[in-house]
C-alpha cells in the first residue's frame, strides 16, 4: 500500500516537470522571435488606416429616430452608425449633363434630398442635374416628351382683324308690302274670285263681287248729277257749275269708296248703275289670310282679305348683346337655310331695333332679302353670317393657344427647345379663329396651340404661373430637403450631434 503510494507521487512529479519544461521552451522560442514582431508592428503603424467619424446613430427600421450614442431598438436591433463621409459625400459626376442639384423621389412625390438615399421600398432617389431644371416660371421638357405629347406651335403674326358673328332667325313676310282687302261700306259678297288661302293673285284680278245699297245709290246720284250736266249745256253758267259740283261730288264718293277707274269708265260709258261691284287686288302676292265667304255682310273696314307681296322677304335675327356694336344698317349679310343646302343668299340689314329681350339677352336685327323666285317662304329658320369691317392690322394669336380661368388669359411661349414659358396676356376683339392680342407676346415668338395641357389639369393656371413647380414637367427645383420630406434632413441631423456632443449624458434625441 506505501510502495503504490510512492509511485502515484513520482509520475506526478514527472508529469509537472515536463509540463513546466515545455512552457520554458515556448517561452524561449517566443522571446526570439520577438524583435520581428516589433518590426512588423512598427512598419504597420507607419500607414494607419483612416478612423471614421461617427456623426450619430439612426434607428435601425429607418424610423425618424437618432442617438448621439449607442443604442438598440424596442426589438433589441442595433442602431445604425451614421458616419460623416456618408453624411458629405464627394461630389458626384454628372455625366456631363451639369451639376447636381438634389436628388428627387423615384415615385415622384414631394420629397428631396442633397445627398443620394433609398425610398421605402429601397429605391434609389434620382438625381437632378444643373441642366435638367428651367429658370423660373419656365418649363422644360425633354423632346421626346414633346414628341409624344404631340406639341405643335404656330408663330405670332400680324393680320387685319376681322370679327364674324353668326346667328339664327327666322324668315318673316315684308311688313311693308302686306295690304288688306277692307270695304269702306257696308254690303254683302256675292261671288268670290280667289277662295283660298295661299293662292297667288295678280295686281288688278278680280277678288269678289259684292252688292251694296248704299253704292248704287251713289252711282244712280252720279247718273243723274251727269246726264242733268249733259242737258244743261245751254243754261248759264251759275247753274252749270252747279250741276258740275254735284256730279264732281258723287265721283269723289265713289272714290272715297276705293272704287276703281275701271268701273267709274264703265258707269259712264253705259249710263247705268251695276246692282254688284267686282272688288279686285291692288297689288301682286300670296293670300296670306281670308275671312271673306260667299253671301256673308261685311261692315265697314272689316278685313277681308290679307294679301302679302314675297318678292322681298325679311330675315328677324337673334344677334347676342356682345356683338349687337358689331351690326351696323347696310352690312352685306350671307344666309343659308337647311331647306337649300349649298345656297347662299344675300341680304342687307336695313334696321337694329332699339330694345333686347331679357330672357335671352340678344337684340333683333332686320334683314331684307330679294327673292324674286319666291324660295324663301315665311317661318322658315335661317342663319347668317355678317362679317365686321376689318380694321387695322394687329398681333394675334390662334384661339386654341388661349388658356382662358375667367379672370386672366395664358398663352404658353416656347423659348427654346423643350423650354416653355406661360405667359399672361391682354386680348382684344375675337377674330375667326384667333385673338387681337393687345400686350404680352411679340411678333415672332412661338405660342403652343395643341397639348398645352402641360398645365397640371388641378392646379391649372394657378401652377403655371406660380413657378411650374412640378418635377414631372420640368419645373424650377424646388429647395432640397424643403416640404414634404419625410425622413432624414441632414443638416439638421449635422446639428443634433453637435448638439449632443455638447451634453454627452443625453440619451436620444428626434426629430429626423
Known amino acids: 500500500m506505501g510502495e503504490r503510494a510512492v509511485k502515484r507521487t513520482a509520475f506526478v512529479i514527472v508529469t509537472a516537470a515536463l509540463v513546466a519544461a515545455a512552457l520554458g521552451t515556448g517561452y524561449w522560442w517566443g522571446s526570439r522571435n520577438q524583435p520581428l514582431q516589433i518590426v512588423n508592428a512598427s512598419n504597420d503603424s ?6 471614421r467619424k461617427v456623426l450619430y446613430y439612426r434607428h435601425p427600421m429607418g424610423l425618424p429616430d437618432t442617438s448621439p450614442v449607442p443604442k438598440k431598438d424596442e426589438m433589441g436591433m442595433d442602431y445604425i452608425p451614421v458616419y460623416e463621409d456618408e453624411v458629405n459625400p464627394p461630389p458626384a459626376k454628372s455625366e456631363g449633363k451639369g451639376k447636381i442639384l438634389y436628388y428627387r423621389h423615384p415615385m415622384g412625390l414631394p420629397d428631396t434630398s442633397p445627398v443620394p438615399k433609398k ?13 435638367d431644371v428651367a429658370p423660373a416660371n419656365m418649363v422644360r421638357i425633354s423632346l421626346d416628351k414633346v414628341q409624344k405629347l404631340g406639341v405643335r406651335t404656330e408663330p405670332v403674326v400680324e393680320r387685319r382683324v376681322a370679327r364674324v358673328v353668326r346667328a339664327v332667325g327666322v324668315i318673316e313676310p315684308n311688313e311693308r308690302r302686306i295690304y288688306t282687302v277692307s270695304p269702306k261700306f257696308e254690303g254683302w259678297i256675292e261671288r268670290l274670285y280667289v277662295n283660298a288661302t295661299g293662292e297667288p293673285v295678280r295686281r ?15 252711282q244712280q246720284e252720279y247718273l243723274i248729277a251727269w246726264k ?27 272714290s272715297y269708296w276705293d272704287i276703281s277707274p275701271q268701273e267709274l269708265e264703265r258707269l259712264q260709258r253705259e249710263g247705268k248703275a251695276s246692282r254688284t261691284l267686282t272688288l279686285r287686288s291692288q297689288v301682286s302676292g300670296v293670300v296670306l289670310e281670308k275671312m271673306a265667304f260667299e253671301g256673308m255682310r261685311f261692315m265697314p273696314g272689316e278685313v277681308l282679305y290679307k294679301i302679302a307681296d314675297l318678292s322681298t322677304v ?14 351696323r ?27 333686347l329681350t331679357p330672357g335671352t339677352r340678344t337684340g333683333k336685327v332686320r334683314i331684307e332679302i330679294p327673292n324674286p323666285d319666291g324660295a324663301l317662304k315665311p317661318a322658315m329658320y335661317a342663319s347668317l353670317e355678317l362679317v365686321d369691317a376689318p380694321r387695322k392690322t394687329a398681333l394675334t394669336v390662334p384661339d386654341s393657344a388661349v388658356l382662358d380661368s375667367g379672370i386672366r388669359q395664358v398663352v404658353i411661349v416656347q423659348r427654346g427647345e423643350g423650354l416653355f414659358e406661360p405667359r399672361e396676356v391682354k386680348l ?3 377674330g375667326e379663329g384667333y385673338f387681337e392680342v393687345l400686350e404680352g407676346v411679340t411678333a415672332g415668338e412661338r405660342v403652343v396651340v395643341a397639348a398645352n395641357f402641360l398645365i397640371d389639369a388641378e392646379s391649372n393656371l394657378k401652377a403655371a404661373l406660380g413657378a411650374f413647380g412640378g418635377h414631372g414637367h420640368g419645373g424650377a427645383a424646388p429647395a432640397p430637403g424643403g416640404q414634404g420630406t419625410p425622413q432624414t434632413q441632414p443638416a439638421a441631423a449635422e ?3 453637435e448638439a449632443a456632443g455638447a451634453q454627452p449624458g443625453s440619451a436620444e434625441h428626434k426629430g429626423h
Open 46 to 51: 507607419a500607414a494607419p488606416k483612416p478612423e
Open 119 to 131: 425610398d421605402e421600398m429601397g429605391m434609389d432617389y434620382i438625381p437632378v442635374y444643373e441642366s
Open 204 to 218: 288688278g284680278q278680280p277678288l269678289m263681287d259684292v252688292y251694296s245699297p248704299g253704292l248704287v245709290a251713289t
Open 228 to 254: 242733268g250736266l249733259q242737258s244743261l249745256r245751254d243754261a248759264s253758267p251759275e247753274v252749270q257749275a252747279r250741276m258740275q259740283d254735284l256730279v264732281e261730288g258723287a265721283l269723289q264718293r265713289l
Open 314 to 327: 325679311w330675315l328677324l335675327a337673334e344677334i347676342f348683346e356682345q356683338d349687337l356694336p358689331l351690326v
Open 329 to 355: 344698317v347696310g352690312q352685306q349679310v350671307a344666309i343659308t337655310l337647311p331647306a337649300f343646302p349649298g345656297r347662299t343668299f344675300t341680304g342687307r340689314v336695313i334696321f337694329v331695333y332699339p330694345t
Open 428 to 430: 382684344g376683339m375675337r
Open 495 to 497: 446639428a443634433k450631434p
